[in-house]
């Protein structure tokens, strides 16, 4: 059959418009930009401790009252409109002595790791008191009510983070006040959800998997990290350590990981890059990460962001210390839609485990008379 043509293309394209219809040519150019994988969402930054701890002090005259509102100094990339990578938001988030930030609950998820933290300073989360000393990390499952307290006599800063980019791309935020400045508190330890998280629980009860409070003590995972220091590790990330979900073993939350990375004295790791997207946050040491031909020289509570689909790699520049990295990364939401890939290779989860001693032996030989 023949068709006589008596529009062009454009034409065509410009009444499929108007029709809300768009022909899949239009994408051709998109999709061969695509080749090789994705392009980075934002650019590798780094954010400097003594000027974000000055800009908090500053942040407690401006804002003399928390109430509702968090005195918290979020972290924008400056290749994004908004977070610090395109999936996740960081930030600091001070608090004056006596003070209470007012009990909310959203589908977001947040963790709250303790920069300068102390006896008196707690999250309250769905009624359970979660003490926020020096580096314990905290968790604020989606859709749980949390306030934060400070009973002490100082100023407590604590890392903020949350997936807030990825809830809000898939137009998924719910937010809600409590109304009062505090929730109540659960009657007493036997109530609480993370007295269930350990290697015994209750007969009597269905477990609860979700939305469950949690405090991971840094005395607890220091002394972890310290215990696997002689492992090889990764040589992309040295020995880095997940914060386990102590319900179900699996990552830290169902859209964020927490992870504890030790770089040995003097080490450099090899580069690599994935599609997951990461925050950090430096607990001790001097050294530098590399993202795409830049580098981020960090030093002790400095915080810094590693965009997706970005080469990149640790340098620890001090012969005698460790040094030790905090991160959040996306890894699970990828993982759970089957978009995380890793290059040079796949590398996360993928080295055996250590082998049985008694395996290990050769064989027996056979005596012959």
Same mark, same amino acid.
């Given at each position: *059959? ?7 293309? #454009?034409? &065509? +394209? ?7 219809? %768009? ?43 928390? &109430? =509702?509102?968090?005195? %918290? ?10 977070? =610090? =990578?395109?999936? !996740? ?18 589908? *977001?998820?947040?963790?709250? &790791? ?17 003490? *926020? ?10 859709? =749980? ?98 914060? #386990? ?14 992870? !504890? ?54 340098? %620890? ?12 990364? +996306? ?20 080295? +055996? ?17």
């Amino acid at each position: *059959m023949t068709t006589q043509v008596t529009k062009t293309l #454009a034409e &065509f +394209d410009a009444e499929l418009a108007q029709e809300h219809i %768009n022909g899949q040519w239009l994408y051709d150019r998109l999709l061969e930009q695509l080749i090789g994988g994705p392009r980075p969402a934002g650019v590798p930054y780094l954010w400097r401790w003594d000027h974000i701890y000055a800009r908090l002090v500053e942040a407690c005259d401006v804002l003399p009252e928390s &109430f =509702t509102a968090r005195r %918290n100094l979020a972290f924008v990339n400056p290749g994004l409109q908004r977070g =610090t =990578t395109h999936t !996740i938001t960081m930030g600091m988030q001070m608090l004056k002595p006596g003070e209470i930030a007012w009990a909310h609950r959203h589908s *977001m998820a947040a963790i709250r &790791f303790a920069l300068q933290g102390g006896a008196g300073l707690a999250s309250v989360v769905d009624g359970e008191v979660c003490p *926020m000393e020096d580096y314990d990390l905290v968790l604020t499952p989606r859709w =749980t009510w949390h306030d934060h307290e400070n009973e002490t006599d100082t100023h407590p800063v604590w890392l903020d983070v949350l997936d807030l980019g990825l809830v809000m791309s898939l137009n998924a935020a719910f937010y809600e006040p409590y109304g009062e400045e505090r929730q109540p508190k659960r009657p007493g330890d036997g109530e609480y959800l993370q007295a269930r998280a350990g290697h015994l629980r209750p007969t009597w009860e269905r477990p609860k998997l979700d939305h469950v409070p949690h405090r991971y003590p840094w005395r607890e995972v220091e002394a972890e990290l310290m215990r696997l220091a002689d492992q090889p590790g990764s040589p992309y990330d040295g020995v880095a350590l997940e914060y #386990a979900n102590p319900m179900t073993g699996g990552p830290t939350l169902p859209t964020m990981s927490c992870w !504890i990375q030790r770089l040995r004295p003097g080490q450099v790791t090899e580069p690599h890059r994935h599609t997951s997207s990461s925050v950090y946050c430096v607990v001790r040491g001097e050294g530098s990460t590399v993202v795409g031909g830049e580098e981020l020289q960090w030093g002790r509570h400095d915080a810094f962001c590693v965009p997706n689909w970005s080469m990149h790699h640790f340098v %620890n520049r001090s012969a005698t210390d460790d040094a030790v990295l905090f991160s959040v990364n +996306d890894v699970p939401a990828l993982r759970a839609l089957g978009l995380y890939f890793e290059e040079p290779e796949r590398s996360l989860h993928q080295q +055996d485990p250590p082998a049985v001693p008694g395996n290990l032996r050769p064989p027996r030989t056979t005596q012959r008379s």
